[in-house]
């Protein structure tokens, strides 16, 4: 019963500094169609909708900084995000993100292990058999 209740002392802990160690960031950029969104991410909570004005919004929630790595920047053809769990001490890690485009703007998802929603948009969707 000792040892129990030391490893679940342990693992409190654990949730305990993860749930410390949240960030978050957000972005946004000037795009004018056309224009392209790219976002690649892992395990992660997506909420996507259109803006009403020419900004991209990108809001990230990550749980677990540490064991996240995170880019994102903008060239002349578009804004492009990616998110990846770091090995070994990335499975305690959580992102969610709330993303905004312009309409006009191209959005291209490259999503593993992940939740999307989508809301109030028009266009087509096509996913590829899994492999």
Known sequence: MRKLNKLRGA??????MRDLTIESRNYEWEVRPPSS???????????LSRSQDNHLYVNVR???SMSWKLAAERDDAGVYV???RKPLIGNIGRARFQVRVPHGVHIS???????LCINDL????DLPPET
């Open 109 to 115: 998802l490259q999503l593993e292990k992940s939740v």
């Open 62 to 64: 990550l749980r677990a």
């Open 122 to 125: 028009v266009g087509a969707l």
């Open 82 to 84: 990616v998110v990846k």
């Open 11 to 16: 693992l409190n802990l654990l949730g305990y």
């Open 37 to 47: 969104f790219y976002m690649e991410a892992e395990y992660a909570e997506v909420n």
